[in-house]
Nanobody, 124 residues
Framework: QVQLVESGGGLVQAGGSLRLSCAAS????????MGWFRQAPGKEREFVAA????????YQLNSVKGRFTISRDNAKNTVYLQMNSLKPEDTAVYYC?????????????????WGQGTQVTVSS
């Protein structure tokens, strides 16, 4: 049973930073591309960033480019999302997900496993 557990969310002021972590268990982590998604109140879940299973390529939402960085440590079975220069519109529940693919992928339909989410709140 694959389990994904997010951590690192919280309340931060605009302009601040947070680093989200997602620890995987029950799988061969390096066999999965990983992604981060978010869902704000009253809105649909949206793609944020993805990373290939080797970590060699990444893919990000245009609105977070230059502010958010996705990375992974296959030895620790963990994927990270470093978020800098946070804005109130980044407020959402952030989810990590695993896709049984080689490359980084965007569509949520391509992800096989999901975490429970971690709340990120950015105050103005």
């Amino acid at each position: 049973q694959v389990q994904l557990v997010e951590s690192g969310g919280g309340l931060v002021q605009a302009g601040g930073s947070l680093r989200l972590s997602c620890a995987a268990s029950g799988c061969t982590f390096s066999s999965y591309a990983m992604g981060w998604f978010r869902q704000a109140p009253g809105k649909e879940r949206e793609f944020v960033a993805a990373i290939s299973r080797s970590g060699g390529s990444t893919y990000q939402l245009n609105s977070v480019k230059g502010r958010f960085t996705i990375s992974r440590d296959n030895a620790k079975n963990t994927v990270y999302l470093q978020m800098n220069s946070l804005k109130p519109e980044d407020t959402a529940v952030y989810y990590c997900a695993a896709a049984n693919t080689i490359v980084a992928v965007r569509p949520s339909s391509q992800y096989d496993y999901w975490g429970q989410g971690t709340q990120v709140t950015v105050s103005s």
